[in-house]
Antibody, heavy 120, light 109 residues
Framework: QVQLVESGGGVVQPGRSLRLSCAAS????????MHWVRQAPGKGLEWVAVIWYDGTNEHYVDSVRGRFTISRDNSKKTLDLQLNSLRAEDTALYYC?????????????WGQGTMVTVSS | SYELTQPPSVSVSPGQTARITCSGD??????VYWYQQKRGQAPLMIIYKDIERPSGIPERFSGSSSGTTVTLTISGVQAEDEADYYC????????????FGGGTKLTVL
């Protein structure tokens, strides 16, 4: 079954860290760049980060650059997001999403998300 | 940073046509992608490269483009189409940096 399954979310205090994971199955993970997209409660979608299919390049939205790190393990078919120095405004549902290889710059597969709540 | 602008809400009666716009000054050079997000669900891509429809998406969903504005059209709206709709594109200088519009809530009256 082609799917993405996120895990690792939870409640964390401001300034602390959290590591999110996304397990891929049913497709050739190493052929796709991968993204994290987040959605604050009641708000819209916000792109967070991308990592190249081979892990050689990564990019971040300005608001998380220097605090978050995206990584992947193609042998395990997993995508991670290390969240450091968390702030209240990082509270959101975090989705991992697959970059399409034949539909332009689309996200053609999404997980169900993992919730991160930053609160004291 | 680059922005895509959508109307916050659109309301139509069942069977009517809904049009949701997405505006951005780089859109003449960048494709737009549309996602449908129903309550409590992950987004689902419904239109790619401005006008293309993935397999499995009903024909009543279509896209068009004109200059700096791209439009998602839903013909013969059904109650099940009530959802949030987001447009997405690549940053004008680096397409791997993705940008979403603010989203449009479609209400079926």
């Amino acid at each position: 079954q082609v799917q993405l399954v996120e895990s690792g979310g939870g409640v964390v205090q401001p300034g602390r860290s959290l590591r999110l994971s996304c397990a891929a199955s049913g497709f050739s993970f190493s052929d796709h760049s991968m993204h994290w997209v987040r959605q604050a409660p009641g708000k819209g979608l916000e792109w967070v980060a991308v990592i190249w299919y081979d892990g050689t390049n990564e990019h971040y939205v300005d608001s998380v650059r220097g605090r978050f790190t995206i990584s992947r393990d193609n042998s395990k078919k997993t995508l991670d997001l290390q969240l450091n120095s968390l702030r209240a405004e990082d509270t959101a549902l975090y989705y991992c999403a697959r970059d399409s290889n034949d539909q332009g710059d689309a996200f053609d597969l999404w997980g169900q998300g993992t919730m991160v709540t930053v609160s004291s | 940073s680059y922005e895509l602008t959508q109307p916050p809400s659109v309301s139509v009666s069942p069977g009517q046509t809904a049009r949701i716009t997405c505006s951005g000054d780089a859109l003449p050079k960048q494709y737009v992608y549309w996602y449908q997000q129903k309550r409590g669900q992950a987004p689902l891509m419904i239109i790619y490269k401005d006008i293309e429809r993935p397999s499995g998406i009903p024909e009543r969903f279509s896209g068009s483009s004109s200059g700096t504005t791209v439009t998602l059209t839903i013909s013969g709206v059904q109650a099940e189409d009530e959802a949030d709709y987001y447009c997405q594109s690549g940053d004008r200088s680096a397409s791997y940096v993705r940008v979403f519009g603010g989203g449009t809530k479609l209400t079926v009256l």
